[in-house]
């Protein structure tokens, strides 16, 4: 069985605008100063308390997660925004459409957002049944860490070999690495390109037609 596993947030929806919005309403609420855009951007992937205290690595563990229930809660309304929504990237929809209509193929998700805030854009997009395997930051270490990666393998009966690992960050190619499979970037995300080469992608890709390409020749 082949498995192919996406990460979320950069890679398959742009949701940069509502996490901006929701990190810079939590900070506020607490006292203090947004931050620019390219800050907060550079800690998605990773799981939110992880984040949070990177953003923040001087303040008090109460106020770390002060912030962090803030974001949670400003998330959960400005997603009911339309102004705030998250769409895919181009041609995403397409290539998800594609790959799972393929035999012995499988699709899965390691994402650092919680499952309610996966199971809502799912539901949105309608692009549950396209998925065999969901991992998120509720169950699982944040990103580098592998167990995402190798829980998707476990439920999908797929091994590294056959596994290929898609992601916007370097949190999610470092993870792959650990992981043993094979890591590809794309270059639509948060991180630069160079970043994702020095952590080990194999391959980048510049559209969702060029990723397509890449998953068939790993798979040819």
Known sequence: MKLVIFDCDGTLVDSQHLIVAAMNQAFEANGLAPLAREKVLSIVGLSLPLAIEMLIPHETPSCIAAVTEGYRGAFGVLRRDPSHNEPLYPGVLELITALSAQDGVLLGVATGKSIRGVDALFERMNLGAHFHTIQTADTHPSKPHPSMVLRAMEEAGADPRDT?????????????????????????????????????????????????????????
């Not at 995300?189 to 998953?215: E, F, N, T």
């Open 164 to 220: 290929i690992m898609i992601g916007d960050t370097t949190y999610d190619i470092e993870m792959a690495r650990r992981a043993g499979v094979a890591p590809i970037g794309v270059t639509w995300g948060y991180h630069p390109v160079v970043s994702l080469r020095d952590a080990g992608a194999i391959d980048i890709a510049h559209d969702a037609d060029d990723l397509g390409r890449m998953i068939m020749a790993k798979y040819a």
